[in-house]
């Protein structure tokens, strides 16, 4: 890495090619001395290790800077403001739960049988009105529903009103829960406690 420095004595990140580019009459040769590049301003620089720090409180950014004729990039740490840590951890809980509403369940029926039931958007709609054509005695008993067993595989199952139902349930349940993991994660970001995660308050409840 090289930084070109002007005549203020800021540096900033610059390449050799770049040096080539800006200097296209000259002819460099293959291997660029120190001294060379020291005609044109551009010195290489000594890159520190980029410290640990936790994205969603801090920003990172670098600077140049010149330690006893040695450039060397180091690293600022900053604090974000209440405001940006906020937001961002409102935008990672809703994150969080968008992902987790979205990810599907396993209901397990009278024949101890695991089945895959997703639970995205437009399949939570299916169900909710599939219930409602059972509720309202619309529904054939034992009417096929596509699920996914256990290997992965879709099954047409023959599936009956109460199974059905008993799915609405879970799928249900899941939904809210994950609000109600948001809602709380939500209320201790406000307050600005920030040692839970969603994740945390959906498996507490």
């Not at 930084?3 to 200097?23: F, I, S």
């Not at 600077?63 to 740490?77: A, L």
């Not at 992965?152 to 059905?164: D, F, K, L, S």
């Amino acid at each position: 890495m090289y930084v070109k420095v002007n005549e203020e004595g800021n540096a900033v990140e610059y390449t050799v090619q770049e040096l080539k580019k800006d200097n296209s009459q000259v002819s460099f040769p293959l291997e660029i001395s120190v001294s060379l590049l020291a005609e044109y301003n551009v010195y290489s620089v000594v890159e520190q290790a980029k410290p640990d720090y936790n994205r969603r409180t801090h920003t990172i950014n670098y600077t140049f800077i010149n330690v006893e004729n040695e450039w060397q990039k180091q690293w600022i740490i900053t604090e974000k403001s209440v405001e940006l840590i906020r937001e961002s951890y409102q935008e990672q809980v809703t994150l969080h739960r968008w992902e987790k509403e979205t990810a599907g369940v396993n209901w397990v029926d009278s024949a101890s049988e695991t089945w895959f039931i997703a639970t995205d958007l437009d399949s939570q709609g299916r169900l909710t009105s599939v219930v409602t054509a059972v509720q309202q005695g619309l529904r054939a008993d034992n009417g096929v529903w596509k699920c996914t067993n256990s290997s992965g595989e879709i099954v047409y199952r023959p599936t009956t009103n109460a199974e059905v139902i008993q799915i609405g349930t879970l799928v249900h349940s899941h939904v809210q829960k994950c609000f109600t993991a948001e809602a709380n994660m939500m209320a201790k970001v406000l307050a600005q406690d920030y040692t839970s995660s969603f994740e945390d308050e959906f498996n507490n409840l």
